[in-house]
């Protein structure tokens, strides 16, 4: 299908969110697809199906983020019901058109829908759901499955850090950052660059060069550029508005700023050194802002990411393998990526997922198989081999056999 009807994909993914083309992600779903049907033989071996699952995805990569994980689910045998995201309803109604005339659709349903149909979708009885969206909804989901003890994969969401070193080649980090931040959804994704910490005698540097690769990439005016996604709707665009309008953000401000409230665009701006008790330091940003935190000293950034609540991804760009190893040892994340951000996703042999309030379970590649299956143990002993001890009546002279 993702072959097929690429354009047809493209465009709903433009109707929703400007999505650009090479942000779509076809190419993944087909590289999932792939590799699920190479490696299924050897990763079916001693698992079974769950039965019928439930998956619910979000708004910002709707399309990848319905049919990877519906991979892994038929993959492993079980029949599917999709609920997509009301947020992004070109990709929604597409898939609900489409996914019928590739997929036997007795074991692939798509249920469209906001609140009310998931709320009908959550009462009945899963062997398994799979959430994909914030923290607030996956605890009603989590809620829901109690009721029925249905094991669950929440993938949420968090704010990403990004700790960037003095040593680093600073134009390949500059367009690093600027790719997993803007490149993916206009920061619109959950791996995005949610915040940097850098060191205070850095940081002039850092902004100038991201500054530079900005001005590249989205040219002078980048709420016209076409290879910005624009927010998704109003409620968000308001979101990052007032986070960009806090009284203590907004003069620190120190590239961009400029915000299109009638086509829903907001340019790429970096933020120096807001408070820590703001609310763009506090709550998960999801959008183009990116506030960059000095600190004295590099190491000083561990302290800080760990008095938050757990990232879904924990970045970090360096030379130095000492402050690697110990980056890694001291920060818990859903995943770790060194020297660049967002491309650990691609990878068909990480699993991906989150820890604490970033999410539970994880998937892709072997790992969306295994999150559909159950490793059932099943022993089978012949009738030879009789231990007495293990009888009743117990006695000493019996358990001294054992
Ligand atoms: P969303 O608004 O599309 O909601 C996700 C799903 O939850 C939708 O299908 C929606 O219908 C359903 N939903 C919404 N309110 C509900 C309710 N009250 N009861 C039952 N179901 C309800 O998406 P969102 O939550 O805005 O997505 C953004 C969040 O998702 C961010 O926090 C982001 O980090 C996270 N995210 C995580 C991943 C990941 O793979 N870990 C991927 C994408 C997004």
Redesign the pocket.
Known sequence: MAAARSAEVCRALHADLAKPYTESYIALVKSSCKFALKNLKKWMKPQKPLGVVLI???????FL?SIDPIIGAIAAGNAVVL??????PATSSLLAELLPRYVDGSCIKVVE???A???T??EQKWDKIF????????R??MA?AAKHLTPVV?????KCPVVVDSNVNLHVTAKRIAAGKWGCNNG????SPDFIITTKSFAPKLLEALEKVLEKFYGRDPLRSSDLSRI?NSN?FNRLKKLMDDENVSDKIVFGGQRDEHHLKIAPTIFMDVPLDSGIMKE?I?GPLLPIITVDKIHESFALINSMTKP?AAYLFTKDSKLQEQYEATISA?GMLVNDTAVH?TNQYLP???VGE??MGAYHGRFSFEAFSHKKAVLVRRFAGEAAARYPPYSPAKLKIL
């Open positions: 619910i995805s979000a708004w910002n990569y709707p983020l609920k997509p995201s009301e947020v992004a829908g906001g609140v149909e998931t709320t979708l959550l959430y994909t969206g914030n923290g607030k909804v996956g009603i989901v829901s929440l993938e949420l969401g968090g619109q994704a959950c791996i998704v968000h998960e999801f879904l859903g996703l991906f997922g989150g970033s999410g």
